[in-house]
């Protein structure tokens, strides 16, 4: 890193004394805790009656890994199984094509040169995160029928690329941003060729952005429901429109499981990302 | 015959700007030799890092000419030119280990990995960092990372070597320390350095010439003892080094040499070579140490300059005071510590001022 002089000391102080502003105004302190409350508490109710001995979704009956068995072994089984392989399958494929696109465009918007419609490009890459969900699904359903797309897998996939590009793009072009050109002059000014200062030092940088694209694309991937919704066939699954499925007919515990199950995969898919731009600052 | 090592030929550089494009070289022309250790010095946005730039070949030069020992380089990319750069920031890649950093060029010439590591090992020798081939460059203090981007941009053994300001970010006594090392390394390597200050002592200590430059314009190229003793305008006096400049009216008299007045009529008798047009407002220069302060005597020669001792200021070594003669003539003075003057020196007294004539110089302009 450049040795630019840093203070951690001062600024170590001025944080503190933010805080302890902000904990002086009246109120805060309890419109935070019930934004916590609302957000969390469902979760947590899910994840401990996920474990209830009992029937019911209300009346704590002792503990029981009961329900998860159902999830592996009951007779909803094979169908929640073949709709998280279905989702996997689509998170992983569509997470790869985004990043990668996601990288490319970051690259031709943060390194390029100035072009004409650079901001238009910008929005127009962004602009998924904005537009409501319902409306995009409703788009892609009328574009699949209008070019006479067969319904599917593919159908899905498709789709999930293009809603996860921006998610993948934000990190990307927010660590680019971060590395100063300056690696890329030294390395042209040490006899590597642009390709090779691509290869041995730009991207090398930019690991932890992409790790985290991927990562962030792959979630909202997996926990796509909307779009997935409209834009499958008859008959095919993912996970989150198989649970949906499911909850229509009442609420039954190892639905409970099955949401415990993916809350755990996400918080530590989530948690990795965020290890792994955290490390990509250190350094 | 010295050998040319960069001839730098009308060098102009614009850079495009929608509204108001800046011309940060007008016509920039020089030479610096085989061997040697060249320092551009100037005030901020004079246009000395875009001139390193250019002949590193990360800026596109508007018109003019880089040639390196002879061939014209000015269309190589970056990385055909056999010219290495030390970056202010340093720039060490982050995600290599030092000793990956210093081989990183020897790589790109297509070294045998025999070769590499035997010169790696050699370079980290030279900045005597042997033990610290294996750590990542945020695990090292900015004077030793500092000596890592010298490793590695010495390390292909560059036809000329460019340093931009690399010990500005360093504290002082490090800074010092850098000073003599880097000299030394160009002594042991004989590469020529190309060496970016704004610091006119970095430059006297270290340079075997220095090119002054102001506002996209080299004023002066000498040796530092040339560009001292001898700045040829108003510019290179005031920024290197300390000088009192004064207004004159020259008249000139028998046998080349002409007289000088100061603007309270003190006459100067100089010698002077060159013819002087009498017409044109004139301005001398001394420096503080070529001016000798003692109180007044009894009686003053008539053709002395009497002041009064305005502020002095302690500098360890010396004492530096201010004289204010009159209205228009104030001079700074030096006077070494070493003396038996400087203890009598009290401000509001009355000083005899004696100019060593030697020391004054004309300026241009
Ligand atoms: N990329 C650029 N675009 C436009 N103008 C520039 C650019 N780079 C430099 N300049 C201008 O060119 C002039 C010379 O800049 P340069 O960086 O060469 O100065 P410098 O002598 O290195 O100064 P410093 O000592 O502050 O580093 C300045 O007026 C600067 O504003
Ligand atoms: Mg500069």
């Known amino acids: 890193m450049p040795a630019t002089k840093r203070n951690p000391r001062h600024g170590g102080i001025e944080m503190a004394r933010a805080t302890e502003k902000v904990k002086w105004y009246p109120g805060f302190r309890e419109i935070t805790l019930a934004c916590f409350f609302i957000l969390y508490a469902p979760l947590i109710i899910v994840m401990i009656y996920s474990f209830n001995a009992s029937q019911s979704i209300t009346i704590w009956g002792g503990f029981s890994l009961h329900w998860y068995e159902k999830v592996f072994y009951g007779v909803e089984a094979a169908k929640f199984k073949t709709a998280t392989v279905n989702s996997l399958i689509i998170a992983v494929m569509a997470a790869i094509v985004s990043t990668v696109i996601a990288t490319a465009a970051a690259l031709a918007m943060v390194r390029g040169k100035a072009f004409k419609g650079k901001s238009l490009t910008f929005g127009l890459i962004n602009l998924p995160l904005m537009v409501p969900e319902i409306v995009t699904a409703v788009a892609t359903l009328i574009f699949f029928s209008v070019i006479g797309f067969d319904r599917g897998l593919l159908s899905i996939l498709l789709a999930h690329i293009v809603f996860c590009i921006p998610f993948a793009y934000l990190p990307i072009s927010a660590r680019l941003q971060g590395i100063s050109s300056i690696y890329e002059q030294a390395g042209r000014d040490l006899y590597a060729t642009p390709g090779q200062t691509f290869r041995l030092i730009l991207f090398p940088l930019m690991v932890p952005g992409i790790l985290s694209g991927f990562l962030l694309a792959f979630i909202i991937s997996l926990d796509d429901f909307i779009i997935t919704n409209f834009v499958k066939g008859a008959g095919v699954e993912t996970l989150p429109t198989a649970i949906f499925g499911a909850v229509k007919q009442g609420i039954k515990p190892n639905i409970m499981a099955i949401s415990t199950l993916m809350l755990t995969v996400s918080i530590v898919l989530v948690s990795i990302s965020y290890l792994i731009s955290r490390m990509g600052r250190q350094e | ?365």
């Not at chain 2, 060490?92 to 030092?98: A, G």
């Not at chain 2, 030279?126 to 010298?150: C, D």
């Not at chain 2, 000088?243 to 603007?263: Q, S, Y």
């Open chain 2, 1 to 365: 015959m010295t050998k040319i090592a960069l001839h730098i030929d009308h060098i102009v550089k614009v850079y495009p700007h929608r509204h108001h494009p800046v011309t940060a070289l007008k016509e920039v022309s020089f030479d610096i030799h085989d061997n040697e250790f060249f320092t551009l010095l100037g005030p901020s946005g004079c246009g000395k890092t875009t001139l390193l730039r250019i002949i590193a070949g990360f800026e596109e030069i508007t018109a003019g000419q880089v040639r390196l020992y002879g061939d014209d380089i000015s269309t190589l990319a970056p990385h055909q030119r056999p010219v290495n750069t030390v970056f202010q920031q340093y720039a060490l890649f982050p995600h290599l280990t030092v000793a990956d950093n210093v081989a990183f060029g020897l790589k790109r010439l297509g070294q045998s990995a025999d070769e590499v590591k035997a010169r790696t090992a050699a370079m980290l020798d030279l900045i005597q960092m042997t033990e610290y081939g294996q750590r990542k460059p945020h695990e090292l203090s900015g004077g030793q990372q500092q000596r890592v981007a010298l490793a590695r941009a010495l390390a292909p053994a560059p036809k000329v070597l460019l340093l931009d300001e690399p010990l500005s970010a360093l504290d002082l006594k490090l800074r010092q320390a850098m000073r003599e090392e880097l000299k030394a390394i160009q002594k042991q390597t004989g590469i020529t350095f190309v060496f970016v200050t704004h610091d006119q002592e970095e430059a006297l200590a270290m340079s075997d010439r220095i090119a002054v430059m102001s506002n996209g314009e080299v004023q002066q190229i000498g040796s530092p003892q040339d560009i001292y003793n001898n700045p040829r305008n108003h510019f290179v006096a005031n920024f290197i080094g300390e000088a009192n400049i004064l207004d004159v009216t020259a008249e000139p008299m028998r046998g080349g040499k002409c007289r000088v007045k100061l603007a309270n009529g003190t006459a100067i008798p100089l010698e002077i070579d060159h013819a002087i047009d009498a017409a044109k407002p004139l301005s001398i220069m001394i420096r503080p140490e070529h001016l000798s302060i003692k109180p007044v005597g009894k009686k003053p020669p008539k053709s002395a300059l009497i002041g009064t001792v305005q502020d002095l200021s302690y500098l360890g070594t010396d004492t530096q005071l201010h004289v204010r003669v009159d209205d228009r003539i104030s001079l700074l003075a030096r006077v070494q510590n070493d003396t038996s003057v400087e203890g009598a020196l009290k401000p509001g007294q009355s000083v005899q001022i004696d100019m060593n004539l030697n020391a004054i110089r004309m300026l241009d302009h």
